[in-house]
């Protein structure tokens, strides 16, 4: 018998199978991962299977290997499906479901397991308790540890410190005693799981809740889609609880997606104190490989039923899955932006057909794609209008920065603001600020010449940070030191414009000296966890004011924080993308939800230079529904998503001449194809990328809209295939169906 074998390669060109024998005494069957001779390569390449037949019309090598795990086969097709559909390697899309941290060299050296020393009791319960009634151990903190011992036997050392204050000499002192032992224990390593003591069970659903349910839960085994469309703490999260519960219940899992900044420890809390921490297991891209490792061999082996995880956790090995949900679905982290760039949502779209079984949408803020497919009856819309706890929407003010400025203000909060400052830090409340920073960090320019500062490698401006005093390159990490005169004109007079997270904190500073800040940003967010340090300090030691980005909108629940500050709304209003008020409205949306979650109502402030603009005005009353009525309009009129798809064919070299080349020599291609086939599409001129430069290579795209079907995709992949068929030096092609980000 003979194999058809996909190397493991992102060589496009390799794109296609080998075939290879199979000796007898290998089990080799489709979706094994092999080992086999390749090319002029002294290592074997690594291989997946995706073919057995009776004989090949070429001479053939026999396989030189067998690994232990296979890819099945719905995932197999999955790969060939995300390679078509995504335009890149079938190889690259298999990657996604191995287990991580596994390279062809090194054919059976697994990652090594983590041993660390765990105490355990070595006495009975009943000898403990004798020993402690009876006086012989007096110490309190031995008593401590050998009471939490009882209670959590084979702890770390770390936790015991965490929970009972006591030290190491005192766990040596009961070890001497004979009380306890040191035992080199495997561990599972993963920070986000972690004993949680809180028991929950199942709320009693509110009418709209249980509507929801019962629809949901009364098909578990239908591959149905639905949209749970519900204001923040109308108590979605409660649903996914019980619909999950009711799957594992049936011996069934779950995939519970979020987006990767809402994956917090808070939020795997919440799913441990429901299903215990045994049925979890929990995948993103900041656990360390070996983590990510022990996690996926727990969801293979069966033991975890309930996987929560961002973007990638949907290629988790799950068994017997019965139910998806992806809250916050209207997140951009759902879509990959490095190759392969698949669309997780997509994904689960076809895990749901594939596999039978529903996939659950949620959001207080819907993809307007998704919306619209509910309203066309595609997706079942489930409706959620009012909080499940009674707490009420917090109030939104506008603020018109015109009139700020006409007033004589021209620093960056306005008077109302600094007013419901001053008020939250008499009544001892905290306050959250929020800078979006798309466009909006601080720049130099000369203001003789109106030249700005830019990175040499990317046509990009630099930003400028004040407190090392100099300038960084956001898109490629180069950095530079802080000019003192013009590289244009030579002129001296340099200033620093726009304002950024830093410069909001010193003005917050020094209008409230007595008032404690924190920042949370790119910078100050960057070791593993930090986001969450960040926020835990913020909570725990309640600081007045919580300075931040885009970080600071998602996934937290802070009972004292009850003013909202936002100050430009319009920085997203302007950024050149079809779906600028889409994310304008989302965000202020989601930034008003930080606002209230405890007994207090909240309240938010928007400042913003267009008060009268719809996304800012629906924001406001929190209408998603007349904004996506509105939007909708504006959308059909322009012919934009969800009237039509759009395709971005981005070509980048870092020679100007040849990316010339490519650009004319694809474009003549599809204009060929369009023309002679009579395509229904509106194909438009190669043109500068909006960042025509990033890291020295030189950008320009295509762009076509379309109603995207399978000819479409041919056209498509025949651009790649004109492409491949180019001699090309550093020349790269990428196609990209609707992506997020358009710069
Ligand atoms: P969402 O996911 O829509 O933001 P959550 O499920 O987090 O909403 O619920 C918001 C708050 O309301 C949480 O504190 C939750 O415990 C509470 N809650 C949810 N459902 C109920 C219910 N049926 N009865 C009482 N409280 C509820
Ligand atoms: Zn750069
Ligand atoms: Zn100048």
């Known amino acids: 018998m003979v194999a058809e074998v996909i190397i493991d390669t992102s060589v496009k060109t390799l794109n296609k199978t080998f075939d290879y024998e199979i000796p007898t005494d290998l089990d080799i069957k489709v979706g094994s991962r092999v080992f086999v001779p390749f090319g002029k390569q002294k290592e074997l390449a690594e291989g997946i299977v995706v073919n057995i037949k009776e004989a090949s019309e070429f001479k053939v090598k026999p396989v030189a290997g067998l690994q232990e795990e296979q890819i099945a086969d719905d995932y197999l097709d999955l790969a060939k499906f995300m390679a078509h559909r995504y335009f890149c390697n079938i190889a690259d899309c298999l990657r996604l479901m191995l287990p991580p941290g596994r390279t062809n060299k090194n054919i059976d050296n697994r990652i090594k397991e983590k041993k660390i020393n765990c105490i355990s009791l070595s006495k009975s319960r009943e000898e403990i308790e004798d020993a402690i ?122 995939i519970m997606l979020v987006p990767e900044i809402s994956l917090t420890p808070q939020t795997v809390d919440r799913f441990i104190a429901r299903f215990g921490e045994d049925n979890i297991a929990v995948l993103h891209s900041k656990l360390s ?29 799950v068994q017997n899955l019965g139910l998806i949900v992806i809250d916050e679905e209207h997140d951009e982290s759902y879509e990959s932006e490095s190759n392969p760039r698949y669309n997780a949502i997509e994904v689960a779209e076809y895990l749901k057909d594939t596999v039978g079984v529903p996939l659950v949408l949620g959001s207080a803020t819907p993809d307007m794609r998704s919306f619209y497919r509910a309203r066309q009856g595609e997706i079942k819309l489930l409706t959620l209008k009012n909080r499940a706890n009674q707490s009420t929407l917090p109030t939104v003010d506008i603020v018109d920065l015109r009139e700020e400025l006409a007033n004589g203000n021209r620093s960056m909060i306005s008077e109302k603001l600094r007013e419901e400052i001053q008020s939250n830090l008499d009544n001892n409340q905290q306050t959250i600020l929020f800078l979006n920073r798309r466009g909006f960090a601080s720049f130099v320019m000369c203001k003789d010449c109106g030249e700005t500062i830019k990175c040499d490698r990317c046509n990009i401006t630099l930003t400028y940070h004040k407190y090392e005093n100099r300038l960084k390159c956001h898109y490629c990490g180069n950095e530079k030191a802080m000019v003192s005169e013009c590289p244009s004109c030579h002129s001296k007079n340099i200033r620093t414009f726009g304002a950024g997270t830093q410069k909001l904190e010193e003005e917050i500073q020094s209008l409230f000296p007595g008032a404690t800040t924190i920042r949370m940003d790119a910078d100050t967010v960057s070791k593993k966890n930090s986001h969450e340090e960040i926020l835990n300090k913020f909570k725990t030691e309640n600081i007045n004011i919580l300075i931040g980005t885009q970080m600071v909108v998602k996934g937290h629940d802070f009972p004292n924080v009850t003013l909202v500050g936002v100050i430009a709304a319009d920085n997203e209003l302007n950024f050149g993308d079809f779906r600028a008020s889409e994310r304008t409205f989302q965000t202020l949306t989601q930034v008003a939800g930080r606002a209230g979650r405890g007994e207090v109502a909240g309240r938010v402030v928007v400042q913003t230079y267009n008060p009268e603009h719809y996304a800012i005005e629906l924001a406001k009353v929190q209408d998603y529904e007349a904004f996506f009525d509105t939007e909708v309009e504006v959308r059909k009129a322009l012919k934009y998503p969800p009237f039509c798809d759009i395709i971005v064919a981005e070509m980048s070299s870092k020679n100007k001449n040849e990316l010339l080349k490519v650009a004319n020599t694809i474009h003549a291609y599809l204009k060929d194809r369009v023309i002679n086939e009579k395509f229904g599409v509106l194909l438009y001129s190669p043109v500068p990328s909006p960042i025509d430069k990033i890291k020295d290579r030189y950008r320009m795209r295509i762009i076509i809209k379309c109603k995207y079907d399978e000819k479409i995709n041919d056209l498509m992949n025949g651009a790649l295939d004109t492409f491949y068929n180019m001699k090309v030096l550093t020349a790269r092609l990428a196609i990209e169906l609707n992506p997020n980000n358009m710069q």
Not at 233 to 251: D, N, P, R, V
Not at 307 to 313: E, F, K, L
Request: no cysteine; aromatic share 8%; glycine share 6%.
């Open 289 to 317: 490989i070996g983590e990510r490792f022990d996690q996926w061999m727990k969801i293979k082996e069966g033991k975890a039923k309930i996987i929560i995880g961002a973007r990638s956790a949907i290629f988790a090995p």
């Open 133 to 254: 009634e009876s006086g012989v151990i007096k110490s309190q903190k031995q008593i401590d540890v050998l009471e939490f011992l009882l209670d959590n036997n084979n702890s770390s050392m770390q936790d015991i410190e965490l929970f009972t204050d006591a030290t190491a000499a005192v766990v040596t002192a009961l070890q001497k005693k004979g009380f306890i032992d040191k035992v080199p224990t495997k561990v599972e390593r993963n920070p986000f799981i972690h004993k949680v003591d809180k028991q929950t069970s199942n709320l009693e659903l509110t009418d709209e809740q249980q509507a929801a349910f019962d629809e949901i839960s009364s098909n578990l085994n239908t591959a149905n889609e639905y949209l749970v469309f519900g204001v923040t703490g109308s108590g979605k999260t409660e649903i996914y609880l019980q619909l999950i519960g009711k799957t594992l219940a049936k011996g069934k899992s779950s």
